[in-house]
């Protein structure tokens, strides 16, 4: 065999190249994941701002309250914590936007997408109406 010869699975199991370019989908994911902001055992709901308190080495609280102020007064609250709760790996590195590419769709994305959509019925992401009035 030379170098250039990808050596043969073993009997049932599949295939893949390693040296193959990954499918943009996983790229980005990949790229996600590398950012450092995990969802994890610090949550009140999905552990969107323990997440990012963790990465900028602040306290949670001053996060979920920054949020809350966003969601109220901006309106953009909900939209980015629904976009981060899809789009961040939990604990287990598990990424609900990405199982939801690959078919496995749980309550923890509709959820996060529930939040999106309240958000852009809401005011879309300019706040809410009554702000406005």
């Known amino acids: 065999m030379t170098n250039t010869e990808i050596p043969s699975?073993?009997?049932?199991?599949?295939?893949e190249d390693p040296r193959a370019p990954?499918?943009?989908p996983d790229r980005f994911f990949d790229a996600v994941r590398r950012t450092g902001l995990s969802r994890g055992h610090d949550r009140w709901v999905a552990g969107v701002c323990g997440a990012v308190a963790h990465r900028l080495g602040v306290n949670p609280a001053a996060v979920r309250v920054a949020t809350v102020l966003l969601?109220?007064?901006?309106?953009v609250g909900l939209l980015l914590y629904g976009v981060a709760w899809a789009l961040l790996p939990d604990a287990t590195g598990r990424i609900e936007a990405q199982a939801a590419h690959r078919g496995d769709v749980s309550a923890s994305l509709?959820?996060?997408?529930?939040?999106?959509v309240l958000d852009l019925l809401g005011g879309a992401g300019l706040g809410l109406p009554w702000i406005w009035g």
């Open 9 to 15: 699975p073993a009997a049932g199991a599949p295939h």
């Open 110 to 116: 509709v959820a996060a997408v529930g939040l999106v």
């Open 22 to 24: 990954r499918p943009a």
């Open 71 to 75: 969601a109220l007064l901006g309106g």
